[in-house]
């Protein structure tokens, strides 16, 4: 009881979040729980990108190709070997994050900025590799992925509570929260600990760190390896939840999607990928629900809004979050939290939020 | 033989195109050790631009140095509204702001313009001379020559006026070249207009071959990125040939490899450019000494 | 005679760390004034504030005009060079590319001709090397061509931060000889930082000693050189 009472405020606000995640199937429709699963998806595959922007300091923009690595892997063995998709989930995390790790590897020999370029062409360019195998990944028509229904156990308890009947979109939305949970305890655990630090050590200062008897090489591809395992269940978990994955599920958008949540939700913090993923993926869509509403517009400005709404706010949003909250949501909560502070008890203000910095120039 | 000669000339017109853009990508990475993600983007909406001017009864000839002039505008203004007040931040910052720029960009253009693709008048006749059995189109002698003299406009303003020299100097040493009375501020000003101006020349030369939308760079900016590290990024020389050299080199893989139709030639310009990251991060022409990445 | 150069009670510094705390000084019309002092006593630091390098307070006039908040271009359009430590030689150009950059704001093409004429009177070497990238230079060329390019700029004050830093005594002494020869011939002041206090002072009409950011002795260079005391604490020799 004592431990409870003492337990910091963010303990609290994550039992809460944790609630809010687990009654959120049961107050709205199964549509909207698919969507929501989406949203966590999406926040998987940035708490992956994260890592490696945001506590190693390498910028990848091709983070969409990992994900499409994992979206493929868990679609073609389930299509044609007939797996149970849930097991697919952790071989496609698996492989995707030895990828990424093997992918680390030449990364190392690039600058920041080339290894920014390199990625963004890989991302360009992951369509029209995934089209080519076409026996294998169904080119251009993709794969369709059955979705499985709710095990007996799982679909009782689920009526026990609220007296409906679960929903498939439902069952996988459970699916999502539980891996994303595991993945998310496991960042924590990641960022407070060793490796954690040492990664930020590299981040702040790669000549530093070397000289302070981390691995710095060993720790880059570590990153880059962890970071593609995210992505990989992300994307085995989002060929799940769509049902479908096709090569123009995973184009250069994607890539800026995810950059755009790590951004937004504020690099190198744990709560951050969560509250950006809800921020670039529901933001496009309240956009472009929202206009096509407004009956006063005429129907070519509400079509094309439809189309460029999501490129120009996430643009947008990118520019403006850089310019003037290069930390985020989360560095904004703690700026203000902080300003809070000194104004109500006189404190000192705590070190604030941390944004990568360029390795080279320190 | 005449097939190969064939595809080796209109290799070398694609080439005069992505060197361009990829010539504008290295006077801002000159200018401020930044690959511009947004290039590709801004010579989109440059040629959206042109394309305006032409549909509204403006021959193509005066559209173009027209819309070079409203590019060489616009890239001062991005630099003066987006880029300065971010100038000393890390260079990832930079990135990420000139992504973000890419895909505001992209967005605009789609706003106004819609995402259904356009045909873009052609400047050149699309008939071809015999040249001793080799057939060769007027459209890839036009390229080859706009894009060539181009080049050759942006190499004498750089290497034999006063501007030219200032806007090296500003470019490598900022400090040493305000105390010479240099605005630097300014300078890295001209450089994106000069950059944008150059890279519009890519949308309006490719915009006939290519049709006009909205992501109509994405792959054009792959190649020039491709050729822009085959060069070395810090060499304008190297650009161009690199740009040239990917022109031809996708051109012939595309004809000659089983498999590398199409699409897959996108392929071939992300093999080169890690390839030549991880052989020869300086590229054909670059110097190893690396500044402010 | 009235000063060309003005400084009144400077305060200035990088960030939160201080290092100049009420400097005043000030150079006549012509003058060679010396500044000396130990490593880290603000030599530097008074020149980057002259041409807007560093935030200052206090006061800085130019041929009667303050200098505050004006940027460097502006400052040292008004006529002042330069010439700043490790000095500042754009190795990515020729050495004819220095020299144009010295000169290229002039509009007087026959002055111009004639400067670049008596540089070359002066830096022979230069000449032979107009087309040699500046990286080739050894160090003391650079200094030659750094000194050549801020008289193409046809200044009216120079400031010279340690021109004698790395180069063989040699080499010291013909720089120090043509910088004399620039001041007497063409009328231009002289700011001349320097750790060679010796050197300094006999080409100096007067001399100031910074001590951690404050003026600690001034008077003429003569005064200097024969005041034992001051040379024992202060100049080091």
Partial sequence: MSRIRTAPPRYWLVALAVIFFFGLPTV?????????????????????????????????????????????????????????????????????????????????????????????????????????????????????????????????????????????????????????LILF????????????????????????????????AGYKTLAFGISAFYAGTAGSLFALSTGFVSPDTFPVSLSIQLLVGAVVGGLASIPGPVLGAIVAYFLPIASSQWVPSQTWLPDQVTSTVKNAGPAVSYGAILILIMMFAPNGIVGLVKAGYTVLNRRLRGVSDPKSGQMPSDPETV | MQ????????????????????????????????????QGEMAMLATFVGYALI????????????????AFGGGIVIQRVVIKPVEKAPVLTLVIITLGLATLVNGLAGFIWGYLPRTFPSPFSSDSVDLGGVFVSYRDVGVIAVTGVVLLCVYLLLQHTTVGLTLRAAAHHPEASRLLGVHVSWMLALGWGLASAVGAVSGMMVAPVLFLEPNM?????????????????????????????????????????????????????????IVVLILKPNGLFGQAAVRRV | MTALLELEEVHAGYGPTSVLHGVSLSVPEGGVVSLLGANGAGKTTTLRAITGGVRWTGDIRFAGRSLRRMPTEEIVRRGIAHVPEGRGICTELTVDENLKLGSHLRRDGPEVRKDYD???????VLKERRRLSASTLSGGEQQMLAVARALLMRPRLMLLDEPSLGLAPMVVRSIFEIIRTINQTSNVAVL????????????????YVLEVGRVAVHGAGSELQDNESVRRSYLGY
């Avoid at chain 2, 792959?219 to 020389?237: C, D, K, Q, R």
């Fill in chain 1, 185 to 216: 305890w496991l960042a924590w655990n990641l960022a407070r600990h060793r490796p954690g630090r040492a990664m930020r050590a590299i981040r702040d200062g790669e000549v530093a760190a070397a000289a302070s008897g981390i691995n710095v």
């Fill in chain 3, 192 to 207: 001349l930082v320097e750790q060679n206090a010796r050197i300094a002072l006999e080409m100096s009409s007067s001399a």
């Fill in chain 2, 3 to 38: 097939e190969f000669l064939q595809l080796v000339l209109s290799g070398i017109a694609t080439g005069g195109i992505y060197a361009s853009l990829a010539l504008a990508l290295v006077l801002i990475y000159n200018a401020m050790g930044l690959v511009n993600f947004a």
């Fill in chain 1, 28 to 180: 709205m429709s199964s549509y909207l729980a698919s969507e929501w699963s989406q949203a966590l998806i999406l926040a998987v595959a940035i708490m992956g990108l994260n890592i490696l922007v945001g506590y190693s300091g390498q910028l990848s923009l091709g983070h969409g190709a990992f994900m499409a690595l994992g979206a493929y892997t868990s679609a073609i063995l389930v299509h044609r070997y007939k797996m149970d998709f849930l097991v697919t989930i952790p071989i496609a995390a698996v492989f995707t994050g030895l990828v990424g790790f093997l992918f680390g590897v030449p990364a190392l020999r690039l600058s920041p900025l080339y290894l920014a370029l390199a990625t963004f062409a890989l991302a360009v360019v992951t369509p029209s590799l995934i089209k080519r195998p076409d026996k294998l990944t169904g080119g251009v028509q993709g794969i369709l992925v059955v979705q499985p229904d709710p095990p007996q156990v799982a679909g009782n308890a689920y009526s026990a509570v609220t007296g409906t009947v679960m929903t498939s979109d439902q069952w996988i939305y459970y699916v999502v929260l539980f891996c994303a």
């Fill in chain 2, 217 to 273: 760079m994405q792959t054009i900016i792959i190649y020039a990125f491709a050729a822009a590290v085959l060069g070395g990024i810090e060499s304008p020389l190297g650009a161009v040939v690199g740009g040239l050299i990917v022109g031809v080199t996708i051109n012939l893989a595309g004809a000659y490899l089983p498999g590398v139709g199409g699409d897959l030639q996108l392929a071939v310009g992300l093999a080169i450019i």
């Fill in chain 2, 55 to 70: 549909t509204r009864g403006m021959s193509f000839w005066i559209a173009f140095p027209v819309t070079l002039v409203l």
């Fill in chain 3, 118 to 124: 008596r540089v070359f009177e002066y830096f022979p």
